[in-house]
């Protein structure tokens, strides 16, 4: 669920995906449950036309408008306040254009994003990745929730699941084939060994084990693993914490950013930000101020100094 609605805000619940991903079918049966029905109107919101239409009935019976937009340069500010005064709904659903960059979409003031949704086809998500990543992790990077459906015959769901949770660690992720949803994912075969007593992290390996390891907290409590980072300290931690990672590529260049857990060393109060540190440490889950929760903390048991690593890290 979202935040909780104010009064004197327009709540958007904004469903993205890109075309023929199963949004007007998506939405069409959230409009159906009884949870969706309200005493106001509806103001609907479509960004582009695929092969489904909205029904008269339903749209009658939900006490919906449907109004279509044909470019993003529509979509200004002015003209949603337009829209808003023209209909006077109670909430605002908006079907996304998975061609425009969500990260261009602006909103009056008093709008907010109560909701967001987006909805993949699994059967094209490569093609997606390898051609449309940075338009992909503008949709995905804000939403809570994530279908992925049509996902009948495809193998590495696990595969699926780190290169979303790379571009949005907060997200729920549902798969879906024919049956619905696929409540038991099989594990990908990891590419380090979880039964040796050191788990060794290969450099290609490092984006595969921190997605992981934030995901699947059951499987790495108390395992001790060993990996090479780079340091970075913060006057904020406390003397002997620092954070052993490396910058990531998200999902473009534009999205570079630093990747690693926080982790408690007798050696950290001598160690300098951007020196490369060989680490072997036991993860344990805690409290932790910048994880918003509970998330993994490192316990070293050796820290010393390595060959820095050029590569970043990719999902």
Do not use: H
């Amino acid at each position: 669920m979202g935040p909780a609605i104010e009064d004197d805000v327009m709540p958007l619940f904004l469903i993205n995906g890109f075309l023929e991903a199963g949004k007007t079918q998506f939405l069409q049966f959230t409009m159906e449950q009884e949870y969706f029905q309200t005493e106001g109107k509806t103001l609907l919101i479509v960004c582009e036309e695929g092969d489904r239409e909205y029904g008269e009935e339903l749209l009658k019976e939900t006490r919906t408008s449907v109004v279509y937009v044909d470019s993003l340069e529509e979509l200004t500010p002015a003209r949603l306040e337009e829209l808003e005064l023209l209909y006077q709904p109670e909430r605002v659903l908006m079907e996304w254009n998975g061609m425009w960059n969500q990260d261009e979409l602006k909103l009056p003031r008093d709008w907010t994003v109560y909701q967001q949704v987006t909805i993949i086809d699994g059967s094209t998500f490569d093609l997606y990745v390898k051609n449309m990543k940075p338009l992909l992790g503008a949709m995905v990077r804000n939403s809570e929730l994530i279908i992925c459906n049509r996902c009948d015959g495809i193998e590495d769901l696990e595969g699926y699941r780190r290169t979303l949770l790379a571009m949005n660690n907060n997200a729920e992720i549902v798969f879906e084939d024919e049956e619905g949803e696929i409540s038991q994912i099989s594990e990908a075969d990891l590419p380090y060994d979880m039964t040796a007593s050191v788990i060794e992290i290969a450099p290609e390996a490092y984006g595969i084990w921190y997605i992981d390891c934030m995901d699947k907290p059951d499987r790495y409590r108390g395992k001790v693993v060993e990996f090479t980072g780079m340091v970075l300290k913060s006057p904020e931690f406390p003397k002997n914490y620092f954070v052993p990672g490396r910058m990531a590529m998200t999902c473009c260049e534009a999205d570079m950013t630093f990747l690693g857990y926080v982790c408690k060393a007798r050696e950290a109060r001598n160690l300098e930000t951007r020196q490369w540190v060989r680490v072997r440490a036991r993860i344990e889950y805690e409290e932790w101020q910048d994880y918003g929760g509970v998330g993994p903390v490192l316990y070293a048991e050796s820290v010393k100094p390595d060959k820095g690593i050029v590569e970043v890290v990719q999902f």
